[in-house]
């Protein structure tokens, strides 16, 4: 979601939305985070689940979390193991 701030020259307002997407990739975490998602959330792909995770919480009020690697564990307990359909 863009946001708008005042321009320098006081003449109109501005949208930087590249500014609120980029902060977004400054997130990373642990190796052992990743380790441990994989056994709360089998079958899902990690790195799929993290970008989910990424864009959702940063559309929260309280982003970003003070604890980046638990608020991701606990997406991808919630989540849970992949329901197969077979």
């Known amino acids: 979601m863009p946001y708008t701030r005042w321009s320098p020259n006081f003449t109109a307002f501005e949208t930087y939305q590249s500014e609120i997407d980029t902060h977004l990739f400054d997130v990373h975490?642990?190796?052992?985070?990743?380790?441990?998602?994989?056994?709360?959330?089998?079958?899902?792909d990690i790195y799929a689940l993290a970008a989910e995770w990424k864009a959702w919480a940063s559309q929260q009020k309280d982003w970003p979390p003070k604890n980046l690697d638990a608020?991701?564990?606990?997406?991808?307990?919630?989540r849970g193991p992949l329901a197969r359909m077979c």
């Open 71 to 78: 608020a991701f564990l606990g997406f991808c307990k919630k």
């Open 29 to 44: 975490l642990k190796t052992t985070t990743y380790e441990q998602a994989k056994t709360m959330a089998p079958g899902w």
